[in-house]
């Protein structure tokens, strides 16, 4: 609640609503304990306070009836034992607010810091309604005392008041000295206030009536201050002492790189500090101050003309004594520097900004010893201007501990909540002004609610507490940047507002092209310390870009749909290059641009159906290709509904296959209806290897030729899906001879990820036959391209197949390490803890004699319905935990889950992935029946269409079986199996 008694008892809730306090005596008795407000107060105070010496009989009851009455209106007040207490903030009652108001005011003006000092007393006065205390009738001491406390407050306002440029209300003085004709201090000021004003007669007239009066009514002299304005002014020296930089209250934290520079540049004659508002450019002019230094804070001139006279004021100079009878008030500045060195500090440019830079022009050519340094948020644009800009603060951490350290002591940045400390000064851009604004919130919050308030509300809600004796423009964050909207012209707030579409750095195409503007208005913008550049892009501080978001939804301008069409364009314009020897090119340039793709694709995806499915087709391939294809998941399952619109199918297919596996089988079944042979080639290409590749084995269907067309690189893409399927599917020698083929022809095209994956297809087929170094070969070339394209997923795939193949040399410790990176590069494509690696390092596990491991990995490893090859990871999983069963010595569970695995197996049109499964049921036909595991073990080359060398687990149990039938004997049970077609081969798993 907030309570008024500076004026008529005034009671409002929290929502500003009135609450009535019937009754005198309980107005009085509230007022009473407003006024200690959080402390006990006697209930003799409180009888006195009430019926001052002639208290009644009953009295004590009476102020018991008069709480009991109060508390109906005004929750909080306790009864201590010793009295009564009302449970508010002493903020909350404006006497008491008033009073802390008045106590900063007078410290600031103490310091030497007018401005603050003005503002600060202007909002203490400011609380006031009228006569203090009106309805405590027995409180004259206490009204008494703090009408003195306002007329001290008036006086100092006055006083800072005079050593700001704009001055002081002349007449609002002679109404207070006329009503105070003995304050000597008015007095003063009012003589100080018409001497400045040029009116020195009726100063010298003010101080011969105060002598008057002082002498008849009290017989006394004047005070030896109020004689000393008086005998300035006569010596035409009443100016004040030259004013330097406000002694500051707060450490300095960071830029002491800067603070070097500035250091260097000590004797160069005009140096501006650049910056966007609250970045510390202030901070850092005074603290490279030296005592030569003079300081000209411009921020309370609204008027350019006035520029002059706010140095003037700094420098101490008034007309009266000076020598030169010129009136100019830039000739009296020249004047009076002369030939004077001087560091002359001028503060807050910006929007006077043309006024500062005709007068520095001016004072720098006339007075040699002068060296100015000016801040602001745009230059001032003169030749030999040196420029210090500003970026976001390295030390924003630090920044961050030392603020939050003083509002509550003990506070440390830790390595607990180190990582939300730096996301939370990285989330306001570095700024140092927001980071104390954030740091001073831990009064309330603790560092993680502060973190997740930020999130949630954005910095311009959760900032919008500061310091109150600042200058309003630096009080809050939002206050900050409006500072600097309203210095802008029309078209460039519409430049400003619109460029908040953007999401991080983009050319100067796409600026102009979606803002509809030129690179001068955007040259404007960087000036203004709004855009920022590197030379070749443009970007916006996140905190200012989200002001200007906010203009941009008050002005209802269509610009997201003109960002999403733009950033359409680009990707169609990209597409075909993926595919060509420029991918590298074209991939850095989507990637650069992939922030404002994907905030294109989600607006899209909200307000504009078809541009969504287009960007989700447009994009697939550098999706894929980058390692980014899992971030589509969400907004291409948003765009699948029942109906699909004409002309946009393969743009379907495409959000069908994204969408995996949250695409139910409606849309699969839509999806196979599309893709089936058709006029016409397929506008995007990779639509047919991503289906493909989700209804497996892997690349396109066997009848896509026709959808796929002439183009090179989508017959290399056919030719590859053909090969990857006879690979698969047990034709190996058919397949390799493919996949050599497709390789030779990616490799005349210059693409990459075919390229990659004909060399990884080949490295495996090497690897089952045992080719070690040429499948290392390959292997290694396979990830260097897909390194280069940054596609973090199939560098996880290859790296699973070399790390197996290193479990079948016995390096394990090699394998080891290539599943361990597979995991780190899976966690940063967004897909933690693929099974793959876990099923490998079970492996590794098991073989190095550590089972109960094994089984635990295994048991964290698991196949997502939906996923690519789910069937492949049930089958791998089942013969994992047979071969643990079966060096555990319990051979029905082993038969158990080697039958299991086969069936999943079979399950998949993958017949080498049926071949593993069908190697591990080998070994449960031992020791009754080594037959059966030869014919097996021979099954499983002819499901494969090769042995699989090296093995450990195959080697085993084909040297069980061999020393159980004999060698000849084996090798004619093995041979037949081998020989078998794979469809009949398939009937041995049945006994057949």
């Known amino acids: 609640m907030q309570f008024g008694v500076l004026g ?38 409180l009888i006195a306070g009430q019926y001052d010496d002639d208290p009644p009989a009953g009295a004590a009851n009476a102020v018991q009836v008069q709480v009991s009455r109060l508390r109906k209106a005004v929750p909080g007040i306790e009864f201590t034992g010793a009295g009564y207490r009302l449970a508010v903030d002493p903020g909350d009652v404006d006497a008491l607010r008033f009073e802390r108001l008045a106590r900063d005011g007078h410290r600031s003006l103490a310091a030497g810091d007018h401005a603050r000092a003005a503002a600060t007393l202007r909002e203490a006065l400011g609380l006031w309604r009228g006569p203090a205390l009106p309805d405590l009738p027995h409180g004259a001491a206490m009204a008494t005392r703090l009408d003195d406390l306002r007329l001290d407050a008036t006086e100092d306002l006055v006083e800072a008041e005079l050593a700001l ?26 003589m100080r206030a018409l001497h400045a004003g040029g009116r020195p007669a ?32 006569l010596r035409a020296d009443q100016a004040p002492a030259r004013r330097g930089p406000a002694a500051q209250l707060t450490s300095f934290v960071g830029r002491g790189a800067e603070l070097a520079r500035l250091a260097s540049l ?12 609250g970045i510390g450019k202030t901070r850092l002019a005074v603290e490279s101050a030296r005592e030569d230094a003079c300081f000209a804070d411009l921020s309370p001139v609204d008027d350019p003309d006035t520029v002059p006279h706010a140095v003037l004021a700094a420098l101490g100079v008034r007309e009266a004594g000076l020598q030169a009878p010129a009136t100019d008030p830039t000739r009296r500045l020249a004047a009076a520097l002369g030939r004077e060195e001087l560091r002359l500090i001028l503060d807050n440019c910006e929007h006077v900004v043309a006024a500062v830079a005709a007068l520095a022009r001016t004072l720098l050519a006339e007075c040699p010893g002068l060296r100015i340094v000016a801040t602001s948020r745009e230059p001032l644009g003169l030749t030999g201007e040196t420029l210090v800009p500003l970026a976001p603060l390295d030390d924003a951490v630090r920044l961050f501990a030392d603020r939050a350290a003083a509002v509550r002591p003990g506070w440390t940045v830790t390595p607990d909540n180190l990582a939300t400390v730096t996301d939370l000064c990285a989330r306001l851009d570095g700024l140092p002004l927001a980071i104390e604004l954030a740091a001073a919130r831990l009064r309330q919050f603790t560092v993680d609610e502060l973190a997740a308030r930020l999130a949630e509300h954005g910095p311009f809600r959760l900032l919008s507490r500061g310091d109150r004796t600042a200058a309003a423009r630096h009080r809050t964050l939002r206050a900050v940047v409006a500072w600097s909207w309203d210095l802008l012209s029309a078209e460039e707030q519409t430049v400003a507002r619109r460029f908040s579409v953007f999401t991080g750095a983009v050319p100067l195409a796409a600026a102009e092209a979606v803002c509809g503007t030129t690179d001068d208005v ?37 610009v997201r749909a003109r960002h999403a069409a733009h950033y359409l364009d680009l990707a169609l314009r990209a597409d075909p290059h993926l595919r060509r020897a420029e991918q590298l090119e074209w991939l850095a340039e989507l990637s650069v641009a992939h922030d404002n793709l994907m905030a294109a694709l989600r607006w899209a995806v909200r307000q504009d159906r078809v541009t969504a499915l287009r960007l989700v087709a447009a994009l697939a391939a550098y999706w894929w290709l980058s390692g980014r294809r899992s971030q589509a998941g969400e907004a291409a399952a948003a765009l699948l509904t029942e109906e699909v619109p004409e002309g946009l199918e393969e743009e379907y297919v495409s959000c069908v296959v994204h969408a995996v596996p949250r695409a139910a089988p409606e849309h699969w079944a839509r999806a196979h209806q599309i893709m089936r042979p058709r006029d016409g080639e397929l506008r995007y290409p990779f639509t047919a290897a991503l289906f493909g590749m989700a209804v497996g084995p892997w690349g396109p269907p066997a009848d896509a030729e026709p959808l796929l067309g002439t183009d090179p690189w989508n017959v290399a893409l056919g030719r590859l899906g053909n090969g990857l399927r006879a690979v698969l599917g047990g034709r190996t020698a058919e397949g390799e001879q493919e996949l050599r083929e497709v390789l030779a022809a990616f490799r005349g095209l210059g693409e990459r990820w075919g390229t990659a994956q004909a060399l990884d297809w080949l490295a495996e087929v090497a690897g089952w036959r045992g080719e070690w170094g040429r499948a290392h070969e390959l292997w290694a070339e396979a990830l260097e391209l897909y390194e280069r394209l940054g596609a973090l997923e199939e560098c996880v795939d290859v790296l699973c197949r070399r790390a197996g193949c290193a479990v079948r040399q016995a390096t394990l410790d090699a394998a080891a390490a290539d599943y361990r990176r597979a995991a780190v590069l899976s966690a940063r494509a967004g897909r933690p803890d693929p099974p793959a690696v876990r099923l490998g390092l079970a492996e590794v596990a098991r073989l190095r004699g550590h089972p109960d491991e094994a089984r635990a990995l295994l048991g964290t490893a698991s196949a997502t319905e939906g996923d690519l090859g789910a069937e492949v990871t049930r089958a791998r999983i089942r013969t994992a935990l ?60 002819a499901l494969r269409g090769t042995a699989l060398t090296g093995d450990p687990d195959v080697a085993r149990v084909a040297a069980t079986a061999s020393d159980l039938l004999g060698p000849d004997a084996f090798a004619a049970a093995y041979a037949r199996g081998a020989a078998m077609p794979p469809d009949r081969a398939l009937t041995t798993l049945d006994g057949g």
């Open 8 to 45: 008529p008892l005034e009671v409002r809730t929290a929502t500003g609503e009135p609450v009535v306090v019937g009754g005198p005596r309980p107005r009085a008795l509230l007022v009473l304990l407003l006024l200690n407000a959080g402390r006990t107060v006697g209930l003799e105070q």
């Open 165 to 190: 440029p704009e001055g002081t209300d002349v007449a609002e003085l002679r109404r207070l000295t006329k009503e105070h004709p003995l304050r000597e201090r008015l007095r003063g000021h009012l």
């Open 202 to 233: 009726e100063a010298l007239a003010e101080f011969e009536d105060v002598r008057r009066l002082l002498a008849d009514d009290l017989g006394t002299d004047p005070s030896p201050e109020l004689a000393a304005v008086h005998l300035a002014i």
């Open 266 to 277: 000590r004797d160069t004659r005009l140096v501006t500090i650049l910056g966007p508002g």
């Open 522 to 558: 955007l040259a404007d913008l960087v000036d203004r310390s709004l855009i920022d550049t590197d030379g070749t892009r443009y970007r916006m501080l996140e905190t200012i870009r989200l002001f200007c978001a906010e203009r941009l939804a008050e002005s209802g301008e269509p």
């Open 882 to 941: 047979g071969r643990l069963a079966e060096a555990g010595g319990d051979p029905a569970e082993a038969r158990r889950q080697h039958r299991e695995a086969v069936d999943a197996a079979r399950a998949s049109p993958m017949r080498a992935e049926l071949a593993g499964a069908v190697e591990g049921l080998a070994g449960t036909a031992l020791p009754a029946d080594p037959e059966r595991a030869a014919l097996l073990l021979g099954a499983a080359v």
